[in-house]
C-alpha cells in the first residue's frame, strides 16, 4: 500500500512552466513504478510519462516529448513532473500513479498497469 499526494499544479500562461510533485508514503517508494497521467473534462484519462523504478528508463507521450520531463528522487519519495512550453490543451487534471509489479527496467504506459493513483492537481493553461 502507498499513499500519493500531487502538488504544483496552478494557472499559468501558455508558454509557461509548472513542475508538478507526487510524494508517496511508505519506505519503499524505489520499489515502484511511476507514471503520470492526465484527463481533461470529458475525456480519457491519458498517459503522460512514466520511469522505472531506478530513474534510469523513462518515457513519454507523443504529445508532449520535448516539452515535459519526468524524473524521481528516490530518497525523498518524491516523483516530478517538469512541463515547459505550456500549451492550452494540455489544461487537465494531472494524477500520479505508482505499481510494484513490473522488473526494475520497465517503464509502464498503460492506465491498467497501475495499482494506485492519487487524487490530481489542476493543471489550468490560458491562451
Known amino acids: 500500500q502507498v499513499q500519493l499526494v500531487e502538488s504544483g499544479g496552478g494557472l499559468v500562461q501558455a508558454g509557461g512552466s509548472l513542475r508538478l510533485s507526487c510524494a508517496a508514503s511508505g519506505r519503499t517508494f524505489s520499489s515502484y513504478a511511476m507514471g503520470w497521467f492526465r484527463q481533461a473534462p470529458g475525456k480519457e484519462r491519458e498517459f503522460v510519462a512514466a520511469?522505472?523504478?531506478?530513474?534510469?528508463?523513462?518515457s513519454s507521450a507523443d504529445s508532449v516529448k520535448g516539452r515535459f520531463t519526468i524524473s524521481r528522487d528516490n530518497a525523498k519519495n518524491t516523483v516530478y513532473l517538469q512541463m515547459n512550453s505550456l500549451k492550452p490543451e494540455d489544461t487537465a487534471v494531472y494524477y500520479c500513479?505508482?505499481?510494484?509489479?513490473?522488473?526494475?527496467?520497465?517503464?509502464?504506459?498503460?492506465?491498467?498497469?497501475?495499482?494506485?493513483w492519487g487524487q490530481g492537481t489542476q493543471v489550468t493553461v490560458s491562451s
Open positions: 500513479a505508482a505499481t510494484p509489479r513490473f522488473s526494475t527496467i520497465l517503464v509502464v504506459t498503460t492506465k491498467v498497469g497501475y495499482d494506485y
Open positions: 520511469i522505472s523504478k531506478s530513474g534510469g528508463f523513462t
